[in-house]
């Protein structure tokens, strides 16, 4: 069946070092895939998207990298700020599109020290 | 420009009662997808509405519906609340076409059943 999962449950960090995030997936079938970020009692808020047409896309302080070939899926940020301290779900849409059903994997938390 | 906003924030009831949550989605999204978040766990897709129309459907009982209007907008609603259903109900909406926009999430509804 359809799953996404994080290698890693955690991440600390300290502030302005890089984090990165990762992401497998097992569905062979998915081609588009978003990254949100999830504060406490607030909805999955967006972050960076990619479809499976590409291997790498960037954003302001984010980047996305995608392995078809492993069926992996990192977030890199930049320069972490106590401000990205958050829970980051990958997402994946099997479907073609960006508004079809997604489904998230568990979560990775990140914490951003001082 | 608004985005996705979900009424109520908190809702309490009991066991057996049903419930009706509302999700208004983002100015020029006509697609809404509702999906169950709970603690500690990555969000779980419900179901989509298009067109008025239940288009795509997750693993729910029936106990789950919904309903789109004219405006796009939508409700969720739930029979027979049981102890499970207390969760984090977000609502996602998307443009079907026109544009390459993704899905943006909401704030959540936290409904608590005693």
């Known amino acids: 069946g359809e799953s996404v999962g994080l290698h890693l449950p955690t991440l600390s960090v300290q502030e302005g070092d890089n984090s990165i995030i990762n992401c497998a997936y097992s569905?062979?079938?998915?081609?588009?895939f978003i990254w949100y970020k999830q504060e406490s009692g607030k909805g999955p808020q967006f972050i960076i998207d990619?479809?499976?047409?590409?291997d790498k896309r960037q954003g302001q302080r984010v980047t996305v990298l995608l392995n078809k070939t492993v069926k992996h899926l990192s977030l890199q940020i930049a320069a972490t700020q106590p401000g990205d301290s958050a829970v980051y779900f990958c997402?994946?849409?099997?479907?073609?599109?960006?508004?079809?059903?997604?489904?998230f994997g568990q979560g990775t938390i990140l914490t951003v020290h001082p | 420009d608004a985005g996705v906003t979900q009424s109520p924030t908190h809702l309490i009831k009991t066991r057996g009662q049903q419930v009706t949550l509302r999700c208004s989605p983002k100015?020029?999204?006509?697609?809404v997808s509702w999906y169950q978040q709970a603690l500690g766990q990555g969000p779980q897709f419900i179901f989509q509405?298009?067109?008025?129309?239940?288009?795509q459907r997750g693993n729910f009982p029936d106990r789950f519906s919904g309903h789109q209007f004219p405006n796009y907008s939508s409700e969720l609603n739930v029979n027979a609340l049981l102890l499970g259903d207390s969760a984090l109900y977000l609502c996602?909406?998307?443009?079907?076409?026109?544009?390459?926009?993704?899905?943006?999430f909401g704030p959540g509804t936290r409904l608590t059943v005693l």
């Open positions: 569905n062979s079938a998915s081609d588009y």
């Open positions: 509405y298009y067109e008025e129309e239940e288009r």
């Open positions: 997402a994946e849409n099997a479907g073609g599109t960006s508004y079809g059903k997604l489904t």
């Open positions: 990619i479809r499976s047409n590409m």
């Open positions: 996602a909406s998307a443009p079907e076409s026109g544009t390459t926009d993704t899905q943006y």
């Open positions: 100015s020029g999204h006509d697609t």
